[in-house]
Each structure stands twice: as C-alpha cells, then as structure tokens.
C-alpha cells in the first residue's frame, strides 16, 4: 500500500523556521518525482514546490515561496523534507507531500497530475 506520511508541522512565529517530513512507503522513491502542496484556509490547493526523481534532483518553487523554502530528499529513508524559513502568516496552511505522476511544463508555470497524497500537516504562522 503506498503511504505518504507528513509530519513536523506545528504554530510557529513570523520569521521563523519549520522543516516537513514526508516518509514514503509502498512505491519506488528513488525515482519517483516528488511535490509539496499547501491549501490555506478557505483557499484551493497551492502548489509549493517539487523536486525531480532520480540523479537530477533539479528542484522548482512557486514564487511565493521562492528563496524561503527548500525542497530535498533522503533516499537512503525515503523522505521528503520541506525547509520552510522566514515563514508569514500567509504560509498558514495545511502541507501535503504527493507523489507526481506527470507534469506539464507551460510558459508561465509547472503543471503537475498527482496519483498519491498524504494526510497533511498543519502549518500555522502567527505572533
């Protein structure tokens, strides 16, 4: 059964830092893409940033996050991180890791299908 289980949320202040675990378990890692997704309060999903399979690795941000947040993963335990730096209160939301299944590379930004998710783990910025 593939599992995709998030944790390392939590409340944390303006300016502060929180890393994301997702454990992934039921599928090859190694060469699976892999993304982190957010969805605010009220909001839709928000894609965050994905990091390519295998030995490329190249990774990509949305730009709201761009300079703040960094994707990474340990193969070796199948898990992806989400190091998440001077975080604002508009970081609020639930994360989830998902597994790509395809991605469209338009002109303006990724466009990713899914085919697995995680439970989520809730990130609140605030002061």
């Known amino acids: 059964e593939v599992q995709l289980v998030e944790s390392g949320g939590g409340l944390v202040q303006p300016g502060g830092s929180l890393r994301l675990s997702c454990a992934a378990s039921?599928?090859?890692?190694?060469?699976?893409?892999m993304s982190w997704v957010r969805q605010a309060p009220g909001k839709g999903l928000e894609w965050v940033s994905a990091?390519?399979?295998?030995?490329?690795?190249?990774?990509h941000y949305a730009d709201s996050v761009k300079g703040r947040f960094t994707i990474s993963r340990d193969v070796a335990n199948n898990t992806l991180y989400l190091q998440m730096n001077s975080l604002k209160p508009e970081d609020t939301a639930v994360y989830y890791c998902a597994k790509v299944k395809s991605v469209v590379l338009t002109t303006t930004a990724p466009e990713y299908e899914y085919d697995y998710w995680g439970q989520g783990t809730q990130v609140t910025v605030s002061s």
């Open positions: 990091i390519n399979s295998g030995g490329d690795g190249s990774t």
């Open positions: 039921g599928f090859t890692f190694s060469t699976s893409a």
